[in-house]
Structures are given as C-alpha cells and as structure tokens.
C-alpha cells in the first residue's frame, strides 16, 4: 500500500488519461462504500488511486425528450429525493429506501455500486428492469451496453481497464408502463436475499401485455432475466394463473447458488414467491 500514488482527477479527460496510461493497475475512488473496506483488508492494492469525487461532469440528473439520464457520480440519496426521479422513476426511490442505511446512501454514488457489481445489489435488477444503458468512456472513444449485458460473473463487468463509466441512460416509463422493485432480507436496509424488479406494459384496448421484463437478483453471480416467465406473461392478459404459472417458470429456469444467506433450495422457494408479487403489483399499478 505504501507505493500506492493518489490523484484527485478534476475532469473526465484526465481520468481517461491516467486509466491509459496505467490500465489495470489504477482503480476509481467514488464514494468509497466499496473501495475503501477493499483496501483496508488489502484485498485491492492498486498502483495509483484515482479520486473521481470532485468530477463535476459526472454529477447531474437530466431529463430528455425520451430519458433519464444520471451521472455516474449521482449519490443513492440523490436519487432517492429528486424530484425528477420522484415524478417519472419512482421505482428508484422506492429502492434506493431500502438500500444499506442513510448514511451509506449519502455517501456512495450509482457508479459505484454497478462497478462493484456486487450480486445482491439492488440497483442492477431495477436499472435491468426499465432497460437502462451505461455509456462507458476511454481516451479513444465512448461506447454504450445495456446494463443486462454489463454483469460477467461474482464482482466482474465488462468495463475495460481504461474505460470509466460516466453515465446512465433510462428510458421514461411509457403511458400504461409500470415498474417496481421489491427485495427480501433479514431487515428493510439489509443486504437482499432475494431482489426482484419488473416491468409491464399494457395493452390499452385489450389490456393484454405488451412488453415484460423480470430481473432478479442475489440468487446467482449476476443479475438473472426470467425470459421463460417473461414468455409465459407476454401478449396474454395478467391474471392469477398466469402470474402463478410465470412464478413456476421462473423457479424452474433459475438455478440460484447457496451461500450465507440461504441454500439454494431455499432460494429458489423465494424466487417462484417473489415474481409472483412482483407481478401482481406492477400489474395492478401499485408501486410495491
């Protein structure tokens, strides 16, 4: 640790410039909700800590014609009590309420937290459920990837070594869209055993659904999209037996692993239990 260099980066440009200059042996400093304890335990011991905390570029919440877009620096207490987020996403502040403790959300950045890729986070199934981009930049260029397609294993993204990730795109709810997000865990600001966000899109006329995502989170090394269930709910009119029989494909289709806060079988009880109220509640309207 004692080698360790710091630089506290005061733009975009030079943190792209030190990421390519040192590649995998520099790390992002954000909030430090994740980093921090890593290097205190020495279980991360990069060559040069780059400070991101004063990047003003990366600190905005924007609305567009069609999105949302949030800065990678953007605190989980931001997105909690803006009244943007508030108005068009509420399915963010409504998670980022049970997410840790007030203290920790005052503090650590959405960024962040999707960097770490923790798999019982519970920001990824919500972001994944309203079909959100990330916009990765490097010296050379900028690229976007969907956040479902963000996640590679227990703690892995496909960021590269000198790419930092700058900001988040979310596409507004449409007319007769809803979204939620509900977890389970020992407590309201636990980790989550389990972590469910949905979204449903209605027909108008025939009240038949349009368009379904089903994400899940902490059952595995990454986010999960229940496809099989999303299959059995698109184009049919939501009712208990659909909803019933979505539960049972996503049981089935989901091979979660044991760990600490639960086996396997146990979780995969929650997972037929947890899509089930999350479809009934986003298809009713409600917000949990």
């Not at 710091?6 to 410039?17: K, L």
């Not at 027909?203 to 038949?208: G, L, Q, V």
Request: glycine residues 8%; positive net charge.
């Amino acid at each position: 640790m004692k080698d360790m260099r710091y630089i506290r980066a005061a733009s975009v440009t030079e943190v792209t410039d030190c990421l390519k200059k040192y590649g995998d042996k520099a790390k992002i400093l954000a909030g430090g909700q994740s980093l921090v304890p890593l290097l205190r335990q020495r279980l991360a011991r990069p060559g040069l800590l780059i400070d991101i905390s004063r990047v003003a570029d990366l600190k905005f919440i924007r609305k567009t014609k069609n999105t949302l877009k949030i800065g990678a620096l953007t605190t989980h207490r931001q997105l909690e009590t803006d009244p943007l987020i508030r108005e068009h996403l509420p399915i963010l502040a409504d998670m980022e309420k049970q997410l840790a403790s007030v203290q920790i959300r005052n503090l650590g950045t959405l960024g962040g937290n999707l960097c770490h890729a923790d798999p019982a986070g519970d920001v990824a199934p919500a972001l994944m459920a309203l079909g959100a981009k990330l916009k990765l930049i490097s010296a050379t260029g900028a690229r976007t990837m969907s956040v479902e397609n963000f996640f590679k294993d227990f703690f892995e993204t496909a960021i590269r070594p000198d790419e930092v990730l700058a900001e988040i795109d979310i596409p507004l709810l449409p007319d007769l869209g809803h979204a939620i997000y509900i977890k389970h865990s020992s407590r309201g600001v636990d980790t989550a055993i389990i972590g469910v966000g949905t979204f449903i899109l209605k027909d108008h006329d025939t009240d038949t659904c349009k368009e379904i995502r089903l994400c899940v989170g902490a059952v595995g090394p990454v986010p999960i999209r229940a496809k099989n269930a999303e299959a059995v709910i698109r184009g049919k009119v939501v009712t208990g037996k659909t909803i019933a029989e979505a539960g049972k494909k996503a049981r089935e289709e989901i091979s979660p692993v044991s760990d600490l806060q639960g086996s396997a079988e146990y979780k995969k009880e929650l997972i037929e239990v947890f899509i089930q109220r999350a479809l009934k509640a986003a298809s009713s309207g409600r917000r949990k």
